[in-house]
């Protein structure tokens, strides 16, 4: 089952990366694909999924693009494009495929993650601080208002839900407002990938230099794009701890641990 997974991936990965190039814009393996990349040149024994991120002003010509028909089998959910949608990143899913979710035990098809890269003044200080914490809280309380369900996950994360519901004032499109107005600035010499998980590269701000110029890496059998130093990024992200545990690591992150 993973196998077949992992092949619906790299093929959404290709179409969308052919279209990244007829319209010139700019892309990189990210997160935990980019750690593959680094360590297995492909998918980890335990990875379920692919990720990509984008500089800001690439990553929205994309999100216009995905307004219209763009393929008969690829269709993209973000903000904008999904009425509801829970997340600060786009998806893109291809039509009529399908696996089992751990956490919402119900089948989606099959996606792979595209995150913006947005520019912050420093890597480091107290306002940097500051915005991590704001934009971190505006991605839970978007996530829980929008999240359709209270069962899913586990207890605690049920509870945060429910207090999200009942205690914030703040509608999830008032959120994402406010998230977009502290996130999106002008150009700097550092970015970041707001959008990502807490503590795996949430808010981590990045020199310029580390990510460009972009190079080619192996991934799968296949040159994708990747930063100029990926292992000062996947350094900085994971640490020396989080590397020695995604080698260990033994349960899928998306899909059911169930599969075979």
Do not use: C
């Amino acid at each position: 089952m993973i196998h077949k997974i992992r092949k619906v991936q790299l093929e959404i990965l290709d179409e969308i990366i052919t279209i990244l190039e007829e319209h010139q814009l700019v892309y990189t393996l990210d997160g935990g694909t980019l750690l593959g990349s680094f360590i297995n040149e492909g998918f980890g024994k335990f990875d379920d999924d692919i990720d990509i991120a984008m500089p800001r002003k690439d990553y929205e010509r994309l999100v216009e693009i995905f307004h219209g028909v763009v393929s008969s089998n690829l269709y993209g959910e973000e903000q904008r494009l999904v009425k509801g949608y829970h997340l600060v990143f786009m998806k893109i899913r291809k039509r009529n495929t399908h696996y089992t979710l751990d956490d919402f035990e119900t089948a989606e098809e099959i996606f792979i993650d595209i995150f913006p890269l947005d520019y912050v003044s420093s890597d480091k200080g107290l306002l940097l601080k500051f915005k991590q914490f704001v934009v971190q809280k505006l991605k839970a309380i978007i996530f829980f208002k929008r999240s359709s369900k209270l069962s899913f996950g586990s207890k605690k994360r049920r509870m945060k839900q429910i207090a999200v519901k009942i205690l914030v004032p703040m509608s999830a499109f008032a959120a994402y407002k406010l998230f977009r107005r502290i996130t999106i600035r002008w150009e700097t010499g550092f970015f970041t990938n707001y959008a990502g998980k807490k503590g795996k590269q949430g808010g981590i701000p990045f020199s310029i230099d580390d990510y460009f110029p972009l190079k080619n890496g192996l991934f799968e059998g296949k040159i994708y794009k990747i930063p100029a130093n990926s292992q000062r990024v996947i350094e900085k992200v994971y640490g020396s701890k989080g590397i020695q545990s995604y080698r260990e690591k033994y349960k899928y992150q998306h899909l059911n641990n169930k599969i075979d």
